[in-house]
């Protein structure tokens, strides 16, 4: 299902990131791990009563050298493409300035629904200047501070309550749901042309849950699949569609619908430092991953290049040890007949339950073959496990002490696991729990 989209607007310093952090909480990722990427995020999940949502920092879309009024208009315009909620926030120590009213005037057009939070109120004595803000017209302002974390639980009340009723999306459990990701120009549209166009299907193109998207429908080998384009819709001419920034929260919005991700790669100019972010995003939200090496028409390709690309490949990106690699030309269509049973093969995966027992089964052996490890004369005792949910396989292992389980046993069981099934294609995740 489709999660509610929560924007975050104001001027420069109202506090915007303050209170993103905030909402989002300590969240760390897989992304934010890697050296050298940038740590700031501007599109995150977060929850409040039980309903989750994703927040975006307009302000971390840095849209160039524009005065201050002209990036301020395109963050709202970014908002309000992109939300079902806004939160306006203003600096209550300055009161409402010019630009507040101008970026007040856009979003007041837009009849997206606003709330109004009025940052930096940090003593309640404070609680008393609000009333000024009534003038925007935006109803009740919301008190709050970011750095306190004071007043945010009844702004989100609020917020929660404009979420829209949104209807489940009608998900076909048959079909499989794809994305490409990439950096600009690796050939993600030109690899959806070749997929269309290649069998002379009937393709139709099926208006998205949100009014931006565009699902495309496949059948291919006997199975429907929906081709989530992110590629195809950058066609609007939005100044900020450029930005990098934009196209990372593009991406991850398409990588939340699917069930598979293909991770594009240009063989051309070989792998960047972006590719790794980008593919840290389609692994952290749990996805299954296929990666495409596209522009394969470029390498003078024998059996022993795609050996050392995939060498390559298997060195930046450590952590995607399970996800296949494809290599291809989206111009040429050669190998392209490579990608849909990788596609299937992920999905299937990523989708498969293992019975307890047979499970079990693969566990005693396990256990056999390399005896639990011991911390500080206690050893770790695993008692079953079981798989507790599918897109991603996640396995819980229950044991005497979970202190004891560490990281380098339970990537062994993890691996025994994956050799004992498969899995390829898909991340798996493994929880160790107490039970005596
Ligand atoms: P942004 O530019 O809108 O994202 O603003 P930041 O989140 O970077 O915050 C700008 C400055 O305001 C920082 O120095 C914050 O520490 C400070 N700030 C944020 N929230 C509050 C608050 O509730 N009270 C006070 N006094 N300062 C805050
Ligand atoms: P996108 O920005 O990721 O959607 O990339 P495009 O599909 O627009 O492709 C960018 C450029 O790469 C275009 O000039 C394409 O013609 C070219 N291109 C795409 N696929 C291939 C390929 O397989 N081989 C070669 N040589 N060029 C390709």
New binding site residues.
Partial sequence: MRKSVVAIVGRPNVGKSTIFNRLVGERISIVEDIPGVTRDRIYASADWLNQEFNLIDTGGIEIGDEPLLVQMRQQAEVAIDEADVIIFILNGKEGITGADEEVAKLLFKSNKPIVLAINKMDNPEMREMIYEYYSLGFGEPFPISGSHGLGLGDLLDEVVNHFPEISEEEVNEDTIYFS?I?????????????LLNEERVIVSEIEGTTRDAIDTHLHKDDQDFIIIDT??M?KRGKVYETTEKYSVLRALKAIERSDVVLV?I???TGIREQDKKIAGYAHDAGRAIVIVV?????IESDEKAIKEFEAKIRAHFLYLDYAPIVF?????K?RMHTLIPAIKLASDSHAKRISTNVLNDVIMDALAMNPTPTVKGKRLKVLYATQVAVKPPSFVVFVNDPELMHFSYERFLENKIRDAFGFVGTPIKLFARRRQ
């Avoid at 990439?182 to 070749?194: E, F, I, M, Q, T």
């Avoid at 291809?328 to 040429?332: D, E, G, R, V, W």
């Fill in positions: 490409l990439g950096r600009p120009n690796v050939g993600k549209s030109s690899l959806v042309n070749a590629a195809g950058r594009l240009d063989a051309e596209n522009k394969w028409d470029t291809l030309s989206a111009k040429t050669k």
